[in-house]
Nanobody
Framework: QVQLVESGGGLVQPGGSLRLSCVASGISFEFHNMAWYRQAPGKQRDLVASVTNDGITNTVESVKGRFTISRDRAVKTVFLQMNSLKPEDTAVYYC????????????WGQGTQVTVSP
């Protein structure tokens, strides 16, 4: 019954912005760390940004200053605001939830395509 439903992907020009959303259901949202990962064709799936159950955020160096992760407990949603997008940001973006009690209890969304191209 666990679901992570993503939205907000699409095609944008370099320098543009997108806001991704991931709505969680079937889990105790406040007891999960949340994260966004991305996977480009031919590459591994890499962490982009994370936010703990108590709101501590982190972004990887390649997106620092451009991407912001946040969570809204009231609507059980994690967001990824992406500004100043570059072609190298093109990837499938995946939402992830991990229980703070057991790291093996790990859930993934279906992925949403982000394409940055002229």
């Amino acid at each position: 019954q666990v679901q992570l439903v993503e939205s907000g992907g699409g095609l944008v020009q370099p320098g543009g912005s997108l806001r991704l959303s991931c709505v969680a259901s079937g889990i105790s949202f406040e007891f999960h760390n949340m994260a966004w990962y991305r996977q480009a064709p031919g590459k591994q799936r890499d962490l982009v940004a994370s936010v703990t159950n108590d709101g501590i955020t982190n972004t990887v160096e390649s997106v620092k200053g451009r991407f912001t992760i946040s969570r809204d407990r009231a609507v059980k949603t994690v967001f990824l605001q992406m500004n100043s997008l570059k072609p190298e940001d093109t990837a499938v973006y995946y939402c992830n939830a991990q229980s703070i009690y057991n790291s093996r209890w790990d859930y993934w969304g279906q992925g949403t395509q982000v394409t940055v191209s002229p």
